[in-house]
Each structure stands twice: as structure tokens, then as C-alpha cells.
């Protein structure tokens, strides 16, 4: 699926990021991450603002994992296998997840929303193991806003560092590439000639 995350904040703001994190969580594959960085970039340049950005988010992300919760403890694994397969969620990434939740519960939810494979599952399985919803919702909560924060604010800290270097990048970048495309063009022709006298 491609998507155009930038067109889709420019055009819907702050809804658009709560939908595009919302839907993410139910298993559908939006990019939440490149979502979260570019929000971050947007928000150096100053089309959004930092607390109503990390609402939206955090928001998004929580209501789709509580459904996905949802889903998971009403309908169990064999409903979510057999239509998830079309979005990703295989039995064999079910049996994965599975085997680590039942050993590591609360480190699966606080550290599983950073991993792009993982964190789609996370939700589903706890609902299927039956986790208390209120532990479930504590510790997505503590991850949520830990996932959140570090994406956004990494995409603040990319937008502040590239208008300040931009100009001089663009300055120097072209030269450079040229100088090192005829450096290693007159290498090969070196070693090219050093072979044929060979």
C-alpha cells in the first residue's frame, strides 16, 4: 500500500494522524512511524503544535489497540487468523507472539510498540490471553506515549537540524558527488590499464 503521509497531514492535520495511528493498531498497514517522524518535521516548521500533535497520537494509537484488544477476546485467535491473513496477521506471527506473551506479559506491551512487526500483534494476543484490560490499558498507555514522543520528537530534532544545514548541504553535496565520481572513475581506469599491461 503506498500512501502519501505528507499530503495526508497537510490535508487532515491532527485527525489525519489520529486515523492513520488508529487504523495501524487494527491491522491495517499504515506507516505509523514515518507518520509520527514526519508529524515531528511538520512541527519544527511549525504546522503543528507539540502538545495537541502528541494528543492526537497518543489518542489514535490507544483506541486502536483497544479494539484490537477488543477483538482479540471476543472472537479469539481463529477468527483473527483466518480474515488477518489479509492484512498480515499469519498464524506462524500469532504462535510467535503468543509464545512470548505468555512469558513475558507486561515487557511484551511496554516494549513491543517498537517493533514494527510486533506491535500490530501485541494488542490482539493480549485480548486472546484474557490480560486484565485495565493492566492492558496501563502499560499500552506507558508505551504509547514512550513510542509517541521518541518518534515525534526524533522528527522534531531531523527539521530543526535540516533547515539549519539544507543550505550548506545543498552548497557542497553536488560538487562533492562529482569530485567522487572522477575519483573512482579515474581508480577503475588505473586499474583497468594496470590489467591489460598485465
Do not use: C
Request: hydrophobic share 55%.
Amino acid at each position: 500500500m503506498h500512501i502519501h503521509v505528507t499530503a495526508l497531514i497537510h490535508q487532515y492535520g491532527y485527525v489525519g494522524v489520529f486515523f492513520i495511528l488508529l487504523l495501524e493498531m487494527i491491522g491495517i498497514p499504515f506507516p505509523a512511524e514515518t507518520t509520527l517522524t514526519i508529524s515531528g518535521i511538520e512541527l519544527s516548521n511549525g504546522t503543528f503544535q507539540l502538545f495537541p500533535l502528541l494528543l492526537a497520537a497518543f489518542l489514535g494509537n490507544m483506541l486502536g489497540s483497544a479494539i484490537a484488544y477488543g477483538i482479540g477476546r471476543l472472537l479469539g485467535r481463529p477468527v483473527i487468523t483466518r480474515f488477518g491473513k489479509y492484512i498480515g496477521l499469519t498464524e506462524e506471527r500469532f504462535d510467535k507472539a503468543e509464545s512470548a506473551f505468555r512469558r513475558y506479559q507486561a515487557w511484551v506491551v511496554l516494549i513491543g510498540k517498537f517493533i514494527a512487526g510486533i506491535r500490530v500483534l501485541v494488542p490482539y494476543v493480549a485480548g486472546i490471553e484474557r490480560m486484565k484490560f485495565a493492566t492492558f490499558v496501563v502499560l499500552n498507555a506507558i508505551s504509547a506515549l514512550a513510542w509517541v514522543l521518541t518518534f515525534t520528537l526524533l522528527g522534531r530534532v531531523i527539521g530543526v537540524e535540516w533547515s539549519k544545514y539544507h543550505a550548506v548541504l545543498h552548497q557542497f553535496l553536488v560538487p562533492t558527488i562529482i569530485v567522487a565520481v572522477l575519483l573512482v572513475g579515474l581508480y577503475a581506469g588505473w586499474k583497468l590499464r594496470k590489467k591489460k599491461r598485465q
